[in-house]
């Protein structure tokens, strides 16, 4: 009894200094750069689409307006929001606006090996 009263005010202790680690949490559109930069004036929806996939917000008031919506929070801090707004006319891309949360594919994938393994890949799905 007396060795679990000591590790819990050990680990009491350590919650309080910042030494545990916390995870950086990405959420939303993760998007490559090369993509956006294909981005111009005069694509279609279904063009954009290819290239970036479905935005984070459909807004149903709003049909020509898209938002690809990104945030991180590193080592739990507040989160650092990007939003890439797309505004159409009918079909056609009209303008784009924001930025995007620049993510360095490789790197975000090191990052998230170092997890550990319990984040493994499901080989049965890959073997199609």
Not at 83 to 101: P, R
Request: aromatic share 6%.
């Amino acid at each position: 009894m007396h060795k679990l009263v000591v590790a819990f005010l050990l680990a009491a202790s350590l919650a309080g200094c910042g030494v545990i680690y916390k995870v950086d949490v990405y959420q939303g559109n993760l998007l490559r750069k090369e993509n956006v930069d294909l981005l111009r004036p005069g694509l279609s929806k279904r063009q954009v689409i290819a290239l970036l996939g479905s935005p984070a917000v459909a807004d149903p008031f709003h049909h020509d307006r898209w938002d690809y919506i990104s945030t991180v929070s590193k080592d739990g801090s507040d989160p650092e929001i990007h939003n890439l707004l797309l505004t159409f006319e009918g079909d056609i891309l009209a303008s784009v606006e924001g930025n995007t949360l620049e993510v360095d594919d490789l790197a975000l994938v090191r990052e998230v090996r170092k997890l550990g393994p319990n984040l493994k890949r499901d080989d049965k799905k890959r073997r199609r």
